[in-house]
């Protein structure tokens, strides 16, 4: 079982960066995978990147390919998204998950999740 919190969220422009963080703590860290959603209200939650428990592969939608990356850092217990290019319909609040199932673009496949960090891109 793990405790993720999120942070990094914050008010920009339209084409700057961002970079997300997720903190961990509990057991086994290692052996989760790893995922960024985003929800705006009245929308559902939609999967933005996730990366395999090793590490060695890694999962984007389509909207960000190309402007965002997702990596861990096991030894410091955390997951990064790192945003550029950001566009206004970027905007909405950012959650960390984790599962030891699979790498999976869906939020039900998730048995653990932070509390979010919003992320508003002005036009």
């Known amino acids: 079982q793990v405790e993720l919190v999120e942070s990094g969220g914050g008010l920009v422009q339209t084409g700057d960066s961002l970079r997300l963080s997720c903190a961990a703590s509990?057991?086994?860290?290692?052996?989760?995978?790893m995922a960024w959603f985003r929800q705006s209200p009245g929308k559902e939650r939609d999967f933005v990147a996730a990366i395999h428990w090793s590490g060695g592969s890694t999962n984007y939608a389509d909207s960000v390919k190309g402007r965002f990356t997702i990596s861990r850092d096991n030894a410091g217990h955390q997951v990064s998204l790192q945003m550029n290019s950001l566009k206004p319909e970027d905007t909405g609040l950012y959650y960390c998950?984790?599962?030891?199932?699979?790498?999976?673009?869906?939020?039900?496949?998730?048995?653990?999740w932070g509390q979010g960090t919003q992320v508003t891109v002005s036009s």
């Open positions: 998950a984790a599962n030891r199932f699979r790498v999976s673009p869906y939020a039900g496949h998730y048995d653990f």
């Open positions: 509990g057991r086994s860290f290692a052996a989760y995978n």
